[in-house]
């Protein structure tokens, strides 16, 4: 009887081990695919995934070109913001503030440059990329008429700190009347004993309107 019980109670523990050896290749199998699935989304969430680790950020900035590593910025203006990188008046930026940034982005500043243009008694300045003065001029508030004379001409090359002056010019019409006198026609009378002037022709003044064109620079007549 005893040996009976024997025979089972080894029977049983040989059927433990075989399902603990099993067991332990199949929860290693588990935790292989475990570990790859959780470090696998773990990298997707937080590098691939998030555009704010390890970008490589080129920025052209007035025709000088930086190259920025390690970014963390999300945006375009979030990334001026941090490298202290400002805008002012008339200078422009591709792509747009709002823009994501991803490694690899390239941000292009054009910087404009003034101008100080003297006009109508006093002096102001604009801030331009325009390559010629009448350009500069034209995408300005100044209101600048077609007979205007503007010094250095329309077509010169735009300088940075470059002084034009605009000097306003007006034309008008002027109409004068001058009077135009009548000529008269004398003959002499020889059937008298004397000479005498007899006026053969008689008639009025004549009235001659002019027009003359007046220009003024600046209000001054010329």
Do not use: C
Not at 120 to 141: H, K, M, P
């Amino acid at each position: 009887m005893k040996e009976r019980r024997m025979k089972i109670m080894n029977r049983e523990v040989k059927r433990g081990k075989k399902r603990s050896g099993r067991i332990v290749p199949v929860l290693a199998i588990v935790l292989f695919f475990g570990f790859v699935y959780f470090n696998y989304f773990r990298k997707t969430n937080t590098e691939e995934w998030d555009r704010s680790i390890g970008k490589t950020i080129t920025v052209s900035d007035g025709g000088l070109d930086f190259s920025f590593a390690e970014v963390s910025e999300k945006t375009v203006g979030e990334f001026l913001d941090a490298k202290k990188l400002s805008l002012r008046e008339g200078d422009s930026i591709f792509p747009s503030e709002e823009t994501a940034l991803f490694s690899g982005a390239h941000i292009i500043i054009g910087r404009a440059h003034p101008m100080n243009v003297v006009v109508d008694g006093g002096e102001q300045t604009v801030r331009t990329q325009a390559t010629t003065v009448g350009q500069a001029l034209e995408e300005s508030t100044l209101v600048i008429d077609e007979d205007d004379i503007v010094k250095p001409s329309r077509d010169t090359f735009a300088e940075s700190d470059m002084r034009v002056v605009i000097i306003r010019v007006q034309i008008e019409e002027v109409s004068v009347e001058k009077p135009i006198a009548f000529e008269k026609k004398m003959n002499e009378d020889d059937t008298l004993s004397w000479r005498k002037n007899i006026v053969t022709q008689k008639g009025e003044n004549g009235i001659q309107k002019l027009t003359y064109r007046v220009s003024t620079y600046d209000g001054k007549e010329v």
